[in-house]
């Protein structure tokens, strides 16, 4: 982010907080029209100006603004901003092997032809047939790519006993939350987690075309 | 070089699999198989499918499959990926090349796979795809190990790679042979009922000597995707302690778990054609997925009546086009156990294979599926076998009776990963109990059917590094002879009969050496000198020297065997020079002939070559 562009953003939202207030003003009630429209005019220059950040940042394309590194630097030395406590991963990356976990799922279990497909016009028996396509494809291949266990390995509906220095990312509380642990309550859901991560990885990391991802190629029969 | 670890390979049928036993450590651990699993994808699984696909130079973008060891893309795919996407371009796709390995009708250096191909620049030949499966195990197995361990070295292992005990001299040389030109170096064979054994020794530690006594013929029963291989193994006492011996060895049968699989399969889509559905090729693809896949669910759960099967739709309406179907018990019943396992007697065995006058030209598939006869027809043989050899009926006399038609196994150890089906287990148990006059035989319990043989293997050359641990008296499974021609007077209409010279005898141990010197052979210099070759896995008493009249009737050709001496010096060529033969089994298992000049020092190898008919 350039430093015009942030002096310009602080002296629009002056400009609308201004008008908000006088909004309370004794006596400006006849002016409300004209006030509104005034805000109204303003808050679309702040947005306009938020897009344009926006798209200032993506102008990189495969590098994202917090991991340019250098413009980082530059922006230290000049103002004093708030540095990001992670530096988020390359999405490009992540994107691409998400694309192709999903690919995986299509290939294996036909996922994404069962999401896709119109569910509306087939009677349960059909859906069902479909159901069990995916099912059986994808159970294999999860199980094959993943051990998953259960985070909780007994019934579901019995009571739980929470210690002090439980998970939050292994159990999730609902309902009354307060107070101080243990926790006592029942488990409504005995939640999943993976003990061995086994995927297949991407070989080239970098999509050939970035705005055309493939999830599956079209098949072609030559004879 | 000091060898630390030993590696195990299996290269199977259908598929292989590698494990390694590193110096301190207890038990060998699987070494997992990174291979590309599709476009641009690449993983590990701990088998590598056996099967290596050629793809076209477009079929695949630049780049997209590329090994993480290599620098270039392939121009080749081994492993999953490569049978799962070659099942649909079956021109471009290789499998079962070991069965082609060991198939004496055809020339196994040839460039003839994928057989039948209209596809001729992509083909490859037996020899050449057994290589190319080796050098991507080993290449893997140093891939990984060397991202653990920098300083991780294939040169300081010792490395086992496994045969089936079916394959003859030529076969294992052939293998030993490709090993090496992978880049292996000198490997060490193994029979693979052997290395499963071994498996067991290992799972057991010492309990094993609980397990099985004197006295105990142990049946390894080893049924993988595509072959099925016996061997017997007894267990006897010498000097207070308990030593064992592979005493005989079946022979290659093209049957498994894939017959099974396509078994079920047919009854399923007749059942759905009766119903009216049709299935494309591809579909049916999947039905022999979605049958293996109900057939083990049902095996593993006995309390489940039938198995849902789903087919999906070639297209992308899954809803309109879905097909789903059930595998009864019932079927299951009839089709695996009753039609692969049947009760049959030990007298029903399977037809000996009659050459037709026309026949395809392919892989030698059993015509009999039944499992039960070929059982049946190992166990007699096996018989003939030790009945052949005065020490082997002392090992075994005081279980033999004099009027036993067959080698009655005391216990069972099962290997393969069809066995992981109790039910088949069971049944093969009950067969062989039906045999003995309702005697029980018991079950070795053994784990990990499917990489029981890599281990094993991992195992043995373990143990052969350490000097400890117990090992299984062996030796060549198969006797050899050398054709000659008989001297008779020519008689219109009338083959005079080969006779056959006994050079290697059964039971032969690596590392040791025959020498016929009463029998002086005259050799032909300065031209190729050619000899028949034959074999026999039920002669276990012919000595060396031996001479059998009729060769044909009882042996089984090999190869021949070729030999080319240059003149001797100041010798004109078509001289001929009296030699003597010497058979020698290296320290590696594989077999060499040599001929001796018998008035020099002067030695000749004689190549085996494979007969092209």
């Known amino acids: 982010m350039t430093k015009s562009l942030k002096i310009r953003i602080l002296t629009g939202a002056l400009f609308v907080t201004v008008l908000g207030a006088i909004h309370w003003v004794p006596g400006t009630t006849p002016y409300a029209t004209t006030l509104s429209a005034l805000t109204l005019i303003a808050g679309l220059y702040l947005l306009l100006l938020a897009l344009l950040t926006r798209s200032a940042s993506s102008n990189g394309e495969q590098k994202l603004p917090y991991l340019d590194t250098e413009s980082q630097r530059s922006e230290t030395d000049t103002v004093d901003t708030i540095k990001p406590a992670i530096s988020p991963p390359d999405t490009t990356f992540i994107d691409a092997e998400i694309l192709n976990f999903l690919g995986l799922l299509q290939e294996k279990g036909r996922f994404v032809d069962f999401a896709m497909g119109d569910i509306t016009k087939f009677d349960d028996a059909q859906v069902g047939a479909a159901a069990r396509v995916v099912h059986q494809g994808c159970a294999r291949f999860i199980k094959e790519a993943f051990a998953i266990e259960s985070v909780f390995e007994g019934e579901e509906g019995s009571a739980i006993d929470l210690p002090p220095d439980y998970r939050p990312e292994e159990y999730r509380l609902v309902g009354k939350v307060g107070g101080e642990a243990p926790f006592s309550g029942k488990v409504l859901h005995k939640g999943w987690k993976a003990t061995d991560v086994r995927l297949p990885h991407l070989i080239s990391a970098t999509p050939r075309d970035p705005k055309r991802l493939v999830i599956a190629p079209a098949e072609v029969e030559l004879s | ?613």
């Not at chain 2, 070089?1 to 199977?12: N, T």
């Not at chain 2, 494990?19 to 997992?32: H, L, Q």
């Open chain 2, 1 to 613: 070089m000091d060898k630390v670890f030993s590696l195990g390979i299996d290269l199977g049928t259908s598929n292989s699999a590698a494990a390694m036993s590193s110096e301190g450590e207890d038990s060998p651990s699987i070494c997992e198989n990174t291979q590309i699993l599709g476009s641009n994808l690449v993983g590990a699984h701990r088998t590598l499918a056996s099967a290596l696909y050629i793809p076209h130079s477009t079929e695949f973008a630049a780049g997209s499959i590329q090994l993480p060891w290599s620098r270039d893309s392939e121009d080749q795919i081994i492993g999953n990926f490569a049978r799962d996407h070659g099942a649909q371009v079956p021109e471009r796709l290789v499998t079962s090349a070991k069965s082609w390995l060991c198939n004496p009708h055809i020339d196994r250096k040839a460039a003839t796979l994928p057989w039948n191909s209209t596809i001729t620049e992509t083909r490859v030949s037996p020899f050449e795809t057994s290589q190319r499966l080796l050098r991507h195990v080993k290449e893997s197995v140093c891939y990984s190990a060397s991202r653990e361990n920098p300083d991780w070295n294939w040169e300081s292992g010792h490395i086992i790679l496994t045969v089936p005990a079916s394959f003859d001299e030529v076969a294992r040389s052939l293998t030993h042979e490709a090993a090496e030109e992978a880049g292996l170096g000198r490997v060490t064979l193994l029979e693979e009922p052997q290395a499963a054994f071994y498996a067991w020794l290992a799972h057991c530690g010492n309990s094993w000597r609980r397990q099985v006594g004197a006295g105990d013929s142990v049946l390894v029963c080893d049924v993988g995707g595509g072959t099925a291989d016996f061997s017997l193994i007894s267990v006897s006492e010498e000097a207070g302690s308990l030593t064992l011996e592979r005493i005989s060895v079946g022979e290659h049968i093209l049957l498994g778990g894939d017959n099974m699989d396509l078994a079920l399969a047919y009854v399923v889509r007749s059942q759905l054609e009766a119903d009216g559905k049709s299935l494309d090729a591809w579909q049916y693809l999947s039905l022999i997925h979605g049958a293996r896949s109900a057939k083990e669910r049902l095996f593993a759960d006995p309390s489940l009546e039938d198995a849902p099967i789903a087919i999906p739709s070639r297209g992308s309406g899954l809803f309109a086009g879905a097909i789903t179907t059930r595998l009864s018990r019932d079927t299951l019943q009839q089709i695996t156990v009753e039609g692969f396992l049947p009760l049959t007697s030990i007298s029903d065995q399977p037809a000996e294979r009659t050459s037709v006058g026309l026949q395809e030209f392919g892989l030698a598939y059993e015509s009999d599926p039944v499992l039960s006869k070929h059982l049946a027809r190992f166990l007699t043989r096996s018989l003939t076998n030790v009945r052949s050899n005065p020490g082997l009926c002392k090992r075994l006399s005081p279980h033999l009776s004099d009027d036993d038609t067959f080698l009655r196994p005391t216990a069972v150890l099962f290997n393969g990963g069809v066995f992981d089906a109790a039910p088949l287990r069971e049944r093969v148990l009950q067969l062989l109990s039906s045999w003995s006059d309702g005697r029980p035989v018991r079950e070795l319990e053994s784990a990990q059917r499917d990489l029981a043989v890599a281990r094993g293997a991992a195992y043995y050359g373990a143990s052969q590094l350490s000097g400890e641990g117990i090992r299984i008296k062996a030796g060549t499974a198969r006797s050899y002879y050398i054709g000659l021609e008989a001297s008779m007077p020519a008689i219109p209409g009338f083959k005079p009969p080969v006779k056959a010279l006994c050079v290697v005898p059964q039971g032969m141990e690596e590392g040791s050496e025959t020498r016929l010197a009463s029998q002086e052979f005259g050799l032909l210099t300065g031209q190729t000198v050619g000899f028949r070759f034959f074999s026999s896995s039920v002669r276990a008493g012919d000595k060396v020297g031996h001479v059998l009249d009729d060769a044909e009737r009882d042996l089984k050709e090999t190869s021949r065997l070729e030999i080319n001496l240059p003149p001797l010096e100041g010798r004109p060529p078509g001289d001929v020079v009296p030699v003597h033969l010497q058979g020698l089994i290296t320290e590696l298992g594989t077999l060499e002939l040599w001929m001796h000049h018998t008035r020099s020092n002067q030695k000749w190898k004689v190549e085996f070559k494979v007969r092209t008919e």
